[in-house]
Each structure stands twice: as C-alpha cells, then as structure tokens.
C-alpha cells in the first residue's frame, strides 16, 4: 500500500519559514501533478499550490510571493517552502500526487496524513 509521507510542519513565529516536504512511501512508476491542499479549523480544504510533471506552477491568491513549490522528479518529492508566515497560515497542510503505482495500476490521487503547521507568538 502506498502512502505520501510528509515532514516539516510545526510551530513558528510570524514572519518565519518552514519547508514541508512529501514523498511516496515505496517505488513509484510514475508521478503527474503534485501539490498541497491545507484546512484550518471550521473551514473548507483549499488548494494551496500545484505542480505538473512540467513543473508549471500555480498558487492559491493569499500565498502568492510567499510559498514556493517545488518537486524533485528522481525523488518523486514535492516541497513547499514557506516564508514570511502568517498567522492565518495556521492549518493541516496535505499533499497530494496523481500517479500511477506501476505499470498495471491506473492512474489515480494519493493524499498525505496531513501535518500541522502553526503560526503564532
């Protein structure tokens, strides 16, 4: 069974910075699109950022010149680098991937567990 297994999330002040990172669990044949979604409390899930497999990007208005997405294609990883955090940051941030676990299997979306990130003083 595969899984995404993130890392990076935590506490930080505001105006600092975390790196969320996000890779499958076991081999994988092949990745597309990877990005992350987050949900704060009593709120809806929102896409934050996307990548392709192109490596084209897009992100959510509130994060722009803030959050970077990037991914590394020998690693199968995605990465969220987050500077300038806001309180209104706060949330579980979840990552996603579409791909395909071998050769035989379909194509199809992976979510992480979800880690918490929280911006306070």
């Known amino acids: 069974q595969v899984q995404l297994v993130e890392s990076g999330g935590g506490l930080v002040q505001p105006g600092g910075s975390l790196r969320l990172s996000c890779a499958p669990s076991?081999?994988?044949?092949?990745?597309?699109?990877m990005g992350w979604y987050r949900q704060a409390p009593g709120k809806q899930r929102e896409l934050v950022a996307h990548?392709?497999?192109?490596?084209?990007?897009n992100y959510t208005d509130s994060v722009k010149g803030r959050f970077t997405i990037s991914r590394d294609n020998a690693k199968n990883t995605v990465y969220l680098q987050m500077n300038n955090l806001k309180p209104e940051d706060t949330a579980v941030y979840y990552c996603?991937?579409?791909?395909?676990?071998?050769?035989?299997?379909?194509?199809?979306?992976?979510w992480g567990q979800g880690t918490q990130v929280t911006v306070s003083s």
């Open positions: 076991s081999y994988i044949f092949r990745v597309f699109g």
């Open positions: 990548i392709t497999s192109g490596e084209n990007t």
């Open positions: 996603y991937a579409d791909l395909r676990v071998s050769f035989t299997m379909r194509r199809q979306d992976y």
